[in-house]
């Protein structure tokens, strides 16, 4: 990275995690003890903005949370990591997003997602004359899918009006069988930068099959197992001519640093 302080814009999810250990995962109509609780906000752009400002970057958060005390408690810990938060919008009569996980004995958990607020971050939020001028002079803009569609795509755009850097977490199904489900991406994601594919393992499969490709037309996919990076290996594709890059390390999906340091000198 340069000498001078990268600016970080990131739009993505935001939730409060509330998890509880039990011995084993209630059954309809049942009730168990529990001998541990939890609440942590987390999400895909809390992490991220987090990640970011730990790197050292002026970092902005561009979300959406309710007027509620689950939204104050995620204002409050991404300031205290140094990030901007004037661009987390604040939803009335919708509550913050929030993760309810329920963890057994074996280390099983079991979770349900209430997006909340998440799902009424509205485009004209994204393109309101200072998020446009905050996009338009930022770096790089960092943003993950799992937004109302129509708010990454407008997204995705106003960074390319600036030719403002961007690189999407876009979300890749699997099936039981660990076959990659058909995508059915807009074209605004092909236009980004980097294209980091995050595998929703929704149908429980326990590992991915490379798909294999029978002509140059096709989607082509390899796999690096030592590439010059300091993670155990580079999963790149190629998918209508963006070039995607994923770094996948051994560390838990939600852990700190892997996607800045692997993108900082593309980035900056």
């Known amino acids: 990275m340069s000498g001078r302080i990268p600016k970080v814009v ?18 309809p109509g049942e009730t168990v003890d529990g001998t541990g609780f939890s609440c942590i906000p987390t999400g895909p752009g809390l992490n991220r903005a987090v990640e970011a400002a730990h790197c050292g970057c002026e970092t902005y958060l561009m979300s959406k949370v309710g007027d509620d005390h689950f939204g104050k408690s995620i ?20 509550s913050t ?9 074996l ?22 004359a200072s998020a446009e001028q905050l996009i338009g002079s930022a770096d790089v803009c960092l943003i ?5 569609g129509d708010v990454v795509i407008t997204a995705i755009r106003m960074a390319n009006l600036y030719s403002t850097k961007v690189v999407l977490e876009a979300q890749l199904a699997i ?11 807009p074209m605004e994601y092909y236009s980004v930068n980097i294209l980091v594919p ?16 029978s002509s140059s037309a096709s989607p082509v996919v390899t796999l690096a197992e030592n590439p010059p990076l300091s993670k155990p290996f580079l999963f790149s594709a190629k998918l209508l001519g963006a070039q995607c890059f994923n770094t996948i ?20």
Not at 108 to 122: D, H
Not at 144 to 148: E, F, I, S, V, Y
Not at 175 to 180: E, F, P, Q, R, T
Not at 251 to 268: H, Q, Y
């Open 144 to 148: 993950h899918d799992d937004l109302p």
């Open 175 to 185: 099936d039981n069988a660990g076959k990659l489900k058909d995508t059915d991406w």
């Open 75 to 94: 204002r409050e810990n991404v300031s205290g990591h140094g990030v901007n938060c004037d661009f987390l919008y604040t939803a009335q009569a919708i």
């Open 198 to 213: 995050h595998f929703d393992n929704a149908g429980g499969a326990s590992r991915f099959e490379m798909p294999e490709t």
């Open 107 to 128: 280390g099983e958990n079991s979770s349900c997602i209430s997006a909340g607020a998440n799902r009424a971050l509205s485009p004209d939020e994204i393109a309101c």
């Open 97 to 105: 997003g929030i993760i309810v996980t329920l963890a057994n004995s």
């Open 10 to 27: 990131v739009i993505g999810s935001v939730y409060v995690d509330m998890a509880v250990k039990c011995s084993d995962f209630p059954g």
């Open 249 to 268: 390390s051994k560390a838990p999906r939600n852990s700190p640093l892997p996607l800045l340091e692997t993108f900082a000198n593309f980035c900056f």
